[in-house]
T-cell receptor, first 115, second 109 residues
Framework: NAGVTQTPKFRVLKTGQSMTLLCAQD?????MYWYRQDPGMGLRLIHY???????AKGEVPDGYNVSRLKKQNFLLGLESAAPSQTSVYFC??????????????FGPGTRLTVL | KNEVEQSPQNLTAQEGEFITINCSYS?????LHWLQQHPGGGIVSLFM???GKKKHGRLIATINIQEKHSSLHITASHPRDSAVYIC???????????FGKGTKLTVNP
C-alpha cells in the first residue's frame, strides 16, 4: 500500500498562474484534509472532505478550491496564485472510527513557491 | 492566544537523556494527538489518546483532562529522535484538528 501520496512534490509558479495539487489514498478512508504549513505557525486546515462528493471550508480557505469526485482522490486548486500562497502543503486522510477520534495519515508534502 | 500551546519551542539534549515535551490546550477536546515531523518533512502519527497513558517503545504519552495538559516523554533519547514533535487536538465533537506550533528536538551524540 502506498498510503497517502501527493503530486507534485515541488512546484514554482508565477503570480496569477493556476495549478492543481493531487492527493491520493489507497486506504479507503472517508475523511481527507488539505493543510498548509508555514514557518513559525502550526499546520492550518484549508479544506476538508467527509466523504465522496462533499467538501467543507477549514481555517484558511480563501484563494483555494477543492473537489472530491472519487473517494480516493482529493484535489486542491489555486485559481490565481499569489506569493502569500508560498508554503508546504500536506494532504491527510483518516478512517471513520468516531467523528472526533480519528488518526490522520499524512502525505509527504508539496513545496510550492509563488514568485 | 493559540488554543494549543507547546513547550519548549526548542530542546537540545544529549544522547541517553530523558526528554519531556509539554502541550496545554484551552478548549474541550475529544482526543489529543502527538505527531512527529522529521527533517525530510514527512509527518507521522505517534499517539492518539483521550485519557490516561500510552506507550510505544521508548515513547510515552500522558494526558490529564482536568488540567488540559499532555506530555510526551522519550526515554534513552537517540540522535534519530531528532525531529519536530507536534501536538494537536480534536475540539469537542469536531473531526478537525487544531495544531500546536511544534517543538524542535535535537539529540546530540
Amino acid at each position: 500500500n502506498a498510503g497517502v501520496t501527493q503530486t507534485p512534490k515541488f512546484r514554482v509558479l508565477k503570480t496569477g498562474q493556476s495549478m492543481t495539487l493531487l492527493c491520493a489514498q489507497d486506504m479507503n478512508h472517508e475523511y481527507m484534509y488539505w493543510y498548509r504549513q508555514d514557518p513559525g505557525m502550526g499546520l492550518r486546515l484549508i479544506h476538508y472532505s467527509v466523504g465522496e462528493g462533499t467538501t467543507a471550508k477549514g481555517e484558511v480557505p480563501d484563494g483555494y478550491n477543492v473537489s472530491r469526485l472519487k473517494k480516493q482522490n482529493f484535489l486542491l486548486g489555486l485559481e490565481s496564485a499569489a506569493p502569500s500562497q508560498t508554503s508546504v502543503y500536506f494532504c491527510a486522510s483518516s478512517y471513520l472510527l468516531r467523528v472526533s477520534y480519528n488518526e490522520q495519515f499524512f502525505g509527504p508534502g508539496t513545496r510550492l513557491t509563488v514568485l | 492566544k493559540n488554543e494549543v500551546e507547546q513547550s519548549p519551542q526548542n530542546l537540545t539534549a544529549q544522547e541517553g537523556e530523558f526528554i519531556t515535551i509539554n502541550c496545554s490546550y484551552s478548549v474541550g477536546i475529544s482526543a489529543l494527538h502527538w505527531l512527529q515531523q522529521h527533517p525530510g518533512g514527512g509527518i507521522v502519527s505517534l499517539f492518539m489518546l483521550s485519557s490516561g497513558k500510552k506507550k510505544h517503545g521508548r515513547l510515552i504519552a500522558t494526558i490529564n483532562i482536568q488540567e488540559k495538559h499532555s506530555s510526551l516523554h522519550i526515554t534513552a533519547s537517540h540522535p534519530r529522535d531528532s525531529a519536530v514533535y507536534i501536538c494537536a487536538v480534536n475540539q469537542g465533537g469536531s473531526e478537525k484538528l487544531v495544531f500546536g506550533k511544534g517543538t524542535k528536538l535535537t539529540v546530540n551524540p
